[in-house]
């Protein structure tokens, strides 16, 4: 019985076939030698191929030649596939020298060769900023309840200028300033409010002088006019205050007012034109009477008038006044003062 034959293998076939129709085998170059060339080919056949114009199969020509080695030939996804390798390769030594570059810098500039990532600058910076923010507030915290609820900053001392009339005990009783008062428990706008409900007083203020002084500034009242009282004497200063009931100085003008007071339309118009005269003018002044803002004559010590009018213009009245007073007469008119008169 015959055994079974195995398939031919393809590639064997291949070779076969390629040994018999290579010319570059020594049978092939047998053969063609013993037949005779032929005059032209026929027509249905294509002319023979020479060795040199067909490349020779890589398979055949290792059977064929047993030990010969295979050709070269790279097809395009071999000639891809080395070129990626080149670029990668490429890419490694450009990485291998800047590495080597930086070592080089690190090694003279005297850091470490190897060094770790660091956290970013900018990181390290907010929460430092932040720390410091805590800290910072904390302290101020605890030095402000410190000076605030102890004597350590307390008020030893109060100072007080601008008196000239009204004592110091009376300010300080006025002030009502607790002896050794923390000087940050010290309200002093309140207490400049309380020192101002003084009579006598225009205008207070009141400072803190670390470590240990309060410092009372006090403005007190001029008087400007005078107008007698069934009490006495009032006087008023130049907002038309009745700050005071005493004996006039010496030289101070009358008012002659119904209802004198700040608020008083005559009563300011009589001091707008009291303040406006020059200071030579004003001391002649025995008395102002202003029974309207429209009607305001002035009294002399000598006994002349000046007839005044309006506070209209004032600033150039009072320069006219002091040129006629110059004149002798009895009455003086600068209610118009393009046009005055002395009869």
């Known amino acids: 019985m015959t055994e079974p034959r195995e398939p031919a293998d393809p590639e064997d076939a291949r070779e076969s076939v390629d040994t018999e129709t290579d010319p570059s085998t020594p049978a092939a170059v047998a053969a063609s030698a013993d037949e005779p060339p032929a005059d032209e080919p026929p027509a249905d056949e294509s002319p023979a191929e020479s060795p040199a114009d067909t490349p020779p199969d890589r398979d055949g020509a290792a059977d064929a030649g047993g030990d010969a080695e295979e050709p070269d030939y790279e097809g395009p996804r071999r000639r891809a596939r080395r070129e990626r390798e080149e670029r990668r390769a490429a890419q490694a030594r450009a990485t291998a020298i800047e590495e080597a570059r930086r070592e080089a810098k690190r090694k003279v500039a005297g850091r470490p060769l190897a060094e770790t990532k660091r956290p970013a600058r900018g990181l390290i910076r907010g929460l430092k900023a932040l720390l410091w923010s805590a800290l910072i507030s904390v302290l101020a915290v605890a030095l402000g309840l410190l ?197």
């Open 147 to 343: 000076l605030y609820f102890t004597p350590i900053m307390s008020a030893r001392s109060i100072v007080i200028t601008g008196l000239a009339t009204i004592s110091e005990e009376e300010i300080l009783q006025a002030a009502a300033i607790p002896p050794d008062t923390p000087l940050l428990q010290i309200n002093t706008d309140t207490v400049a409010e309380r020192v101002a409900t003084i009579r006598r007083v225009a205008s207070a203020r009141v400072q803190r002088e670390y470590p240990s002084t309060l410092r009372i500034t006090v403005v007190e009242r001029v008087p400007v006019v005078v107008k007698d009282y069934p009490d006495g004497p009032h006087l008023f200063d130049r907002d038309g205050v009745d700050f005071a009931t005493e004996t006039p100085p010496v030289g101070l003008a009358y008012l002659d007012a119904e209802n004198p007071g700040p608020s008083d339309p005559p009563t300011q118009a009589a001091l707008q034109v009291l303040l406006a005269l020059r200071p030579e003018v004003a001391g002649q002044v025995s008395r102002v009477a202003a029974p309207s803002v429209a009607s305001i004559t002035l009294t002399l010590f000598d006994g002349r008038e000046v007839i005044w009018g309006t506070t209209d213009r004032t600033e150039e009245k009072a320069l006219k006044l002091g040129a006629l007073l110059t004149q002798p007469g009895r009455t003086y008119d600068v209610s118009s003062p393009d046009l005055p008169t002395v009869k």
